[in-house]
Structure formats: structure tokens, C-alpha cells
């Protein structure tokens, strides 16, 4: 999932689509068979909505790199989120006017990797001094099959957000664990029919995933293209239940919330529509420019037990070499400094991305006390999607969503509904080999 986070502008960007398979290629060094250098190398970036807090910070990355690379300039395009996929699928093919080094998001790897689009760097990842302050779960986003490919630029992870003046003029108490949670929304509600008491959304895949993940369950297991969907397991149905049975009259009727999802969860939080929502740290902007600013504050979604942490799914970007670069070596070190932990926590400044190392992020959390929430939850254990090229198709077929609104609605059970998920993720699966 591409998460573009942002303290300043409230963006939220969609999911990087992931480029038209061509031909995979072999693993190992640059598909040119060149390592050169010196000379120019490309770099393609995502453009933000407000990009020169980023461009500030990357040119100054840049700058460090070009004084400790002599004979080497570096150029830097910021391309658009909209056309994004297209230019990647280009580079892929045409390796001329392909990029050396760029960013891409973290569930678009494998993908990429079965394109035969990027470099493998275990050697040189695992050689990198910083890398072994890596958080797992974002070392597991440039991992396919053992093999690294790229390194992690920041991360995003979602919790509670909830009202401390609804909560204190109803007289309830900040949930503990889910069934709490669900107690507390159905009493916000019936207290203020106005409000929604946790805002959800049929279409929130990340809100629900939580969830699942509490109760043992997972969305598929297995690894490359062996992988298999447990979408429907007894463990995972009990968590489709219990976040299905948070629409209705009681908290978030149906109607009105089984096509809602994450951004329309949070908008209905930051405009003062709900008691509770789950957000992420990038969600903080748009809900610190909304009415419910200073009326606020935010724990990790509870666990099924007591003071346990709901895991959450790590989002976030990553920055990768291109196979057919001609610069090989070069583009490794060009990455290494986008991604360093220096960069990154200039990044966590200007823009309020999270840094994907340990104790840079615990840094922050001492800067930022609105970080430490999601920091607690990274910490308790994040969660990532299949490492699988199938993810992004079974993403954009809605198959998740899609599961949730038909319990929602009454279509199917719990059980017919994971069954036709997992037949149709399995399908999925099963056609990229």
C-alpha cells in the first residue's frame, strides 16, 4: 500500500498500481552489464502535493553524495502520482530512458521483482551499517523470497483516534480491548445519535485487518507464488465478525458506512461526524485542520486482551535500484543516502514521514508527542500483505471490501463470504505461477 504521509498536507495517495508484467529477467547485477563510474545518474521521486519541504531534504542528500562521489551528478525528477504506473511499466521496457534509483511503494515489490524491474541488493543491504537498525516488518517489504530489493524510506501504521470530550461528557473510559471498543461506540451513539461512535468502513481494508490479525487470523500463507488464502479460517471469521458487527443502527448504520472507506472514516472524525475513528499518523494533518482540533487524542487499537496492541498493517515507500541500470554501484550509495537515517529523520521534519529505523523513530517520538501511539504500535508488532505480484490484483479487484460489504448487507454469512475471498485471492495467486 502506497501511504503518503504528511503533517502538512493532509494528503492521502492512492495505492501505486503496479505495472503491466514484461518479461522477467535474471537475478543478480545490472541487466546492462555495465557498473560505471561515473556520469549522471536519474532519479525518480514521487511528487507530493506540497513537494518543496521533500526537495529541500533531497537536495540536500543529494548535495552529500555528489561531494563524496566525484565525476558523478545526480538528477532528480518528481513525477506525478497519476501517471506513475505507466512510467514505471516504461522503464521496465526501455531501459534507456529508464531512471537508476526510485521510490515505489511497499506493496508494489514483489511485483516489481517478477517484472524483473529491480536490482537485487542483499549483499550490499546486508553489508550496510544502518540496515541492522531496520524494523522488521519494513525490512520484510523489500524482501522477496530471501532476496532484498531496494531499501525502506518510511512507514505509515494506523491507531485510535478518539474524542476526550465525547467520552468525558458521557462518562466512559478510553476502550482497553475490542469488545470495550464496541461497547464504548454503541454507548457514544446511543448518547449522541448525532454522532457515530467508531466510524468504519466497509471498504477500509486496513481498518479492518486489525481486527483478524488479534484473533489469530491471516490473510494467506505460504510464500512466492505457492501462496495460499486463509481469509476464511475459523480464526479469521471471528474476526470478520466482530469487525462486520460495528455496522448498524447501534454505531455506523450500514447504509450510510458499508461503502465508506479509510479517508472517509478519518474525514468523518476530523468534522466532528464521530466519537472515534481509526487513522494514521498521517491522517494527524487533515484531523488537526478539522473541528475537532484540541478535542482529541490517540492510543493503539486494543487487542482482544487487556492492555494487548491490535497489530496494524505497515504501509509506506521504499527506494529501489533498477536492474538495467548502468551505474550499479553508484545507484546502490545514491540509494543508501536517500534512505539513511540522516535523510530520514530530516524527512520526519519536513514532511512527518516515519522513519523506518528503531531508534530513529524513537527519536522522533521524544520530538513529536503525537508520534508515540504509533510508535508503541510498531513496536507491538506491525503487520505487511503477501509478499506476492498477486497482491495489487487481488487489492484492486476490491476482493476484501468486497467480503466485508456482503456480510454487512446481509448478502452472506461470515462464512460463504471468506469462502468466494479466498476462492477468488487463490485465483489470484494462482495466475501469476
Known amino acids: 500500500m502506497l501511504v503518503k504521509l504528511s503533517v502538512r498536507t493532509a494528503a492521502a495517495v492512492a495505492a501505486l498500481a503496479v505495472a503491466t ?15 560505471e563510474k561515473t556520469g549522471t545518474l536519474r532519479v525518480w521521486l514521487f511528487q507530493e502535493v506540497d513537494n518543496a519541504p521533500k526537495q529541500k531534504v533531497v537536495d540536500a542528500a543529494v548535495a552529500a553524495f555528489e561531494k563524496t562521489h566525484k565525476g558523478t551528478e545526480v538528477t532528480v525528477e518528481y513525477i506525478p502520482v497519476e501517471t506513475r504506473a505507466q512510467r514505471v511499466k516504461a522503464a521496465f521496457n526501455d531501459p ?17 521483482v517478477k517484472d524483473g524491474g ?60 475490542q469488545d470495550e471498543l464496541a461497547e464504548t461506540a454503541r454507548k457514544i451513539h446511543a448518547a449522541r445519535p448525532d454522532l457515530y461512535g467508531l466510524a468504519v468502513g466497509g471498504a477500509y481494508t486496513y481498518g479492518a485487518m486489525p481486527f483478524i490479525w488479534s484473533r489469530g487470523g491471516e490473510l494467506a ?56 475513528a481509526i487513522g494514521g499518523d498521517f491522517s494527524h494533518a487533515a484531523i488537526e485542520a478539522g473541528k475537532v482540533k484540541g478535542k482529541y487524542a490517540v492510543v493503539p487499537l486494543p487487542g482482544v486482551k487487556p492492555g494487548s ?20 554501484t553508484l545507484a546502490v550509495d545514491l540509494m543508501k543516502q536517500l534512505a539513511s537515517k540522516k535523510t530520514q529523520g530530516a524527512l520526519f521534519d519536513a514532511m512527518g514521514f516515519l522513519p523506518t529505523y528503531t531508534d530513529v523513530r524513537q527519536q522522533v ?30 487489492d484492486a479487484s476490491l476482493v476484501l471490501p468486497t467480503m466485508f460489504q456482503e456480510v454487512i448487507s446481509g448478502k452472506k454469512d461470515v462464512a460463504a463470504a471468506s469462502k468466494d475471498a479466498a476462492e477468488k485471492m487463490n485465483d489470484a495467486f494462482s495466475s501469476v505461477g
Open 21 to 35: 508484467a514484461c518479461a522477467p529477467q535474471t537475478s543478480g547485477g545490472s541487466s546492462s552489464g555495465k557498473d
Open 96 to 112: 534507456k530512458s529508464a531512471p537508476d534509483v526510485i521510490e515505489y511503494g511497499n506493496t508494489d515489490t514483489a511485483g516489481y
Open 118 to 177: 529491480l536490482a537485487d541488493i542483499t549483499k550490499e543491504f546486508n553489508g550496510w551499517s544502518e540496515a541492522k537498525d531496520t524494523d522488521p516488518t519494513a525490512r520484510q517489504s523489500v524482501t522477496v523470497d530471501g532476496k532484498i530489493y531496494g531499501a525502506p524510506y518510511f512507514v505509515g501504521v494506523r491507531a485510535l483516534y478518539y474524542r476526550t470530550d465525547v467520552l468525558k461528557d458521557v462518562g466512559l473510559q478510553v476502550p482497553k480491548t
Open 221 to 276: 500463507e505460504g510464500k512466492g507464488g505457492s501462496y495460499s488464502s486463509t481469509i476464511d479460517s475459523a480464526q479469521a471469521q471471528k474476526g470478520i465478525k466482530a469487525y462486520t458487527s460495528l455496522f448498524g443502527s447501534a454505531n455506523c448504520p450500514a447504509a450510510k458506512c458499508a461503502g465508506m472507506g479509510g479517508n472517509d472514516t478519518v474525514t468523518a472524525f476530523a468534522s466532528g461526524k464521530a466519537g472515534m
Open 309 to 328: 496492541v491490535a497489530p496494524a498493517f505497515a504501509g509506506g515507500n521504499n527506494i529501489g535500484v533498477l536492474k538495467s541500470t548502468s551505474h550499479r
Open 365 to 394: 517520538a521524544a520530538e513529536e508527542p503525537f508520534v508515540e501511539p504509533f510508535v508503541k504500535t510498531l513496536a507491538s508488532g506491525a503487520k505487511f500483505v503477501p509478499a506476492s505480484p498477486a497482491w495489487a490484483q487481488i
